[in-house]
C-alpha cells in the first residue's frame, strides 16, 4: 500500500526530483506550490505525511504548519535548506514532526517518512492500553 505524500513548496523541479529519488517505494507524491493549496488539499483529501519547505512567498512554511495542526495531526516533516537552530525550532514549535536539511539522501528521506507513519498508526492502540 503507497504512502500518501502530500508536498508543499514552491520549488517545482523538486517535486520531481523527489518523485525521482523515492520512485519504487511505494510513496504517492502528491505536490503543490503554494501554502494555499497545500492546505486546501491537506483538508479535502488528508495524506499519510506532509512535507513542508518553510521558505516560500505568501504564506511561508512555519504559518502553513500551524494552519494544518488546527484541523489535523497529520505528521509534518520539514524539508528546508535552513539549517539555523532557530529555524529548526520555530518550526517545531508551530507543529512540525521532523526537520530534514536539504539537500537530503534518499534513503534518510524514504527512512523518516515511514517512521512518521508508522508512528502515528501506533498512537490509537498506544491510547487504547
Do not use: N
Not at 479535502?44 to 500551524?66: I, N, R, T, Y
Not at 534518499?106 to 490509537?124: F, G, H, I, Q
Request: proline share 6%; with cysteine; glycine share 6%.
Amino acid at each position: 500500500m503507497a504512502i500518501e505524500v502530500l508536498l508543499i513548496d514552491d520549488d517545482p523541479v523538486l517535486s520531481v526530483m523527489l518523485r525521482m529519488l523515492l520512485r519504487g517505494q511505494d510513496f504517492q507524491i502528491q505536490a503543490f506550490l503554494t501554502g494555499e493549496e497545500g492546505i486546501r488539499a491537506c483538508q479535502s483529501s488528508p495524506p499519510d505525511v506532509v512535507m513542508l519547505d518553510l521558505l516560500m512567498p505568501g504564506m511561508d512554511g512555519w504559518e502553513v504548519c500551524k494552519r494544518i495542526r488546527d484541523f489535523s495531526d497529520v505528521p509534518i516533516l520539514i524539508l528546508s535548506a535552513l539549517g539555523s537552530p532557530g529555524s529548526v525550532a520555530r518550526a517545531l514549535d508551530a507543529g512540525a514532526d521532523d526537520y530534514l536539511i536539504k539537500p537530503v539522501h534518499a534513503s534518510l528521506l524514504s527512512s523518516r517518512l515511514r517512521t512518521l507513519v508508522r508512528r502515528r498508526a501506533l498512537k490509537p492502540a498506544e491510547q487504547v492500553a
